[in-house]
């Protein structure tokens, strides 16, 4: 049985929660629709020493603005490049952008979270960079005061909020299953589907293709497979620090890949990245 004070309480805080959510959202859409002006340039040059002609240096923030991220997105060869820069930029940058550049950060991501949602591309990865980024921001915000937070702390709980309904989002999507009368990847020889499971270099993507189809599972779990795996990615030496064998006395080399991995980073392969020319200091896209 509530009070008269209870009942009034309880309408005050339930007034402040109400309040509170329209005010993060009016700043969030404030600060969203504030007029930006982003470049999309090819290249920019970095600045290596001040000068009389040229005062201080290229920040993370400044070409994380200039150069053309929303267009690389669109590139599948770079996608995969800039969503593990996001994922870099998350777990220890994200404080030294600027405001402008963190408008862009979460600009890009949104489009990027768009493209998944829409064509169903490598949602894994995006999964690990909305979880560090969760993470990050959770630490911020309840440290606010002890860290430098650019912008209003409403801008950055709405931002957190959007964070968790893209994870929701992602976790609910269903693949569109294809049909298609031609050929498919259950018609090619096993020489063939072998061959496609050998260019792979990340092992999550051979347990994924694995699933499809019984036949793809069987080449899937090949020692030969992992072992190959392995010793791309892996020294000899680090080979005998974690050595795991089978209940066969064989060196299981699936689980050495997945436990050589949390002590070891992997090669990482991108179609295409940012380069820096020594010669003119300059940073670009190919």
Not at 257 to 262: C, H, N, P, S
Request: aromatic share 12%.
């Amino acid at each position: 049985i509530l009070t008269g004070d209870d009942e009034d309480e309880e309408i005050y805080t339930t007034e402040d929660c109400e309040f509170a959510a329209k005010k993060r959202k009016k700043d969030h859409f404030r600060i969203n629709t504030d007029s930006q002006c982003f470049y999309r340039e090819k290249w920019i040059y970095v600045h290596k020493e001040s000068t009389r002609e040229r005062h201080g240096y290229c920040t993370l923030g400044e070409a994380f603005n200039r150069l053309d991220f929303s267009s690389a997105i669109q590139d599948i060869r770079r996608f995969n490049y800039v969503v593990k820069l996001l994922q870099l930029i998350a777990k220890s940058q994200l404080t030294s952008l600027s405001g402008a550049a963190q408008k862009n950060y979460f600009n890009i991501l949104d489009k990027i979270v768009r493209k998944v949602m829409e064509d169903q591309y490598n949602p894994r990865l995006i999964k690990d960079l909305l979880q560090d980024l969760s993470s990050t921001l959770c630490i911020l915000i309840r440290g606010v005061g002890k860290s430098v937070l650019v912008g209003n702390i409403n801008i950055w709980i709405c931002r957190l909020e959007t964070i968790l309904l893209w994870q929701q989002q992602l976790k609910n999507l269903q693949m569109n299953k294809q049909v298609n009368n031609g050929l498919t990847l259950s018609d090619l020889p096993l020489h063939m589907l072998n061959n496609i499971l050998y260019r792979f270099s990340d092992g999550w993507d051979i347990i994924t293709l694995g699933q499809v189809t019984p036949t793809l599972y069987m080449l899937s779990e090949d020692r030969q497979l992992w072992k190959k795996l392995c010793q791309y990615h892996f020294a000899e030496k680090q080979f005998c620090r974690h050595l795991i064998l089978s209940e066969k006395g064989h060196i299981d080399w699936k689980l050495m890949y997945f436990a050589l991995q949390k002590y070891y980073p992997i090669k990482e392969q991108y179609g295409d990245t940012l380069h820096f020319c020594r010669h003119c200091s300059i940073l670009f896209w190919k």
